[in-house]
């Protein structure tokens, strides 16, 4: 109905000027608007051999474009080159190749990458508005090499591939840092963490980083003496899994069912199935930055969860290593898991 009268649509796949991933053409304009295509263009100019040739920047937004639309290598970049009315020239596929390669191979310009970034963050922030506190979610995943590929080596799943280490930014959905590494790259390497946190904290505008409040978070594999002293000595709050170990346990046997309360989701409401318990003060935590906490979290399994034989009275626990002063806010990290989106997980 149109108006209140009756409009007859007829849908058909064989009409002229039908074109596919029209909506991916709104990635390469926001690109453009906020900056980000202009300053990869003149970061990577070194790269342009020839007048004619493709730009570097464009060639590099083209790439992004073309993950976010689902690709999963260099060839996908066939989807979008042949939309000239949406995305213009793109480049080829060994065009694109030999960008990549130079940046990886050239001093300095992952760097320029980066800036660009920061640059166009900065400016999507002024235009959209920054947040007033945000959290840094660190984790890595394991990415499957199906033959020999460079820095690929096996894991700690029996599986080959490769290992990087990511940080992301839980309000705005941003992907913020990420550091390449070899399949059997440490799970708890301090070093490769304080790398991504420093990494994400540049990508932060210069004129917010004093105002936002920031929070850290990780998995157990970010709860190192090292992390945890690097994001105090920074003024970073965190948030970190924390292993369940003989004395912990012990320390959640001895707690009297009355000191349980229910723990609540980030929006402040109080969650169906979930309980949290401090235990700041039955534990040893002088090794740790000033004023951490120990909270733990217990929670009923979904049906059809296996138990394990440390699974007490029927309960999952996880402990959060947290440095958090706000009583709340120390609960509310547990309500989540850490990755994008995530709060911390404790293995």
């Known amino acids: 109905m149109r108006n209140g009268r009756p409009v007859t649509v007829e849908v058909t796949s064989d009409g002229a000027g039908l074109v596919s991933h029209a909506g991916t053409a709104l990635l390469s304009q926001v690109a453009d608007m906020v900056g980000l295509t202009r300053v990869l263009s003149s970061r990577l100019a070194g790269l342009k051999q020839r007048r004619r040739g493709h730009d570097p920047g464009r060639v590099v937004r083209d790439l992004a474009v073309m993950l976010a639309d689902g690709g999963e290598c260099v060839s996908d970049l066939g989807a979008t080159r042949d939309q000239d009315a949406l995305f213009g ?8 190749f030999r960008t990549v390669d130079r940046i990886a191979s050239t001093p300095g310009l992952l760097d320029a990458i980066r800036v660009a970034h920061a640059r166009a963050r900065a400016r999507f922030w002024e235009l959209h508005g920054a947040p007033e506190r945000l959290t840094i979610d660190v984790d890595a995943t394991l990415i499957t090499a199906h033959s020999e590929k460079e820095q690929a080596a096996g894991n700690y799943k029996h599986g080959y591939g ?3 280490l990511g940080a992301y930014a839980d309000e705005t959905r941003e992907a913020l840092a990420m550091l390449l590494r070899p399949g059997n ?3 708890n390497t301090a070093a490769d963490h304080k790398t991504v946190i420093d990494r994400a904290l540049a990508q932060i505008p210069a004129e917010q980083i004093e105002s936002i409040e920031i929070l850290v978070r990780a998995d157990s594999a970010g709860a190192t003496h090292e992390t945890a002293e690097h994001c105090h000595e920074a003024n970073l709050r965190f948030s970190f899994g924390y292993e369940l170990t003989e004395t912990v346990r012990a320390a959640i046997l001895e707690t009297p069912e009355d000191a349980w309360v229910p723990a609540l989701d980030q929006n402040g409401s109080v969650r169906e199935n979930g309980e949290v318990v401090e235990l700041t003060d039955r534990l040893d935590l002088s090794t ?5 906490r120990l909270i733990v979290r217990r929670e009923r399994p979904h049906p059809g969860a296996q138990l394990s034989f440390t699974d007490h009275d029927g309960y999952r ?31």
């Open 185 to 187: 790259a440490g799970s």
């Open 89 to 96: 020239k793109v480049a080829s596929d060994s065009t694109a």
């Open 317 to 347: 626990f996880q402990a959060i290593l947290t440095d958090q002063t706000d009583a709340d806010r120390g609960r509310g990290a547990l309500s989540s898991r850490a990755r994008p989106g995530r709060g911390p997980d404790p293995r």
């Open 288 to 292: 740790w930055p000033e004023e951490s």
């Open 162 to 164: 490769f290992h990087p």
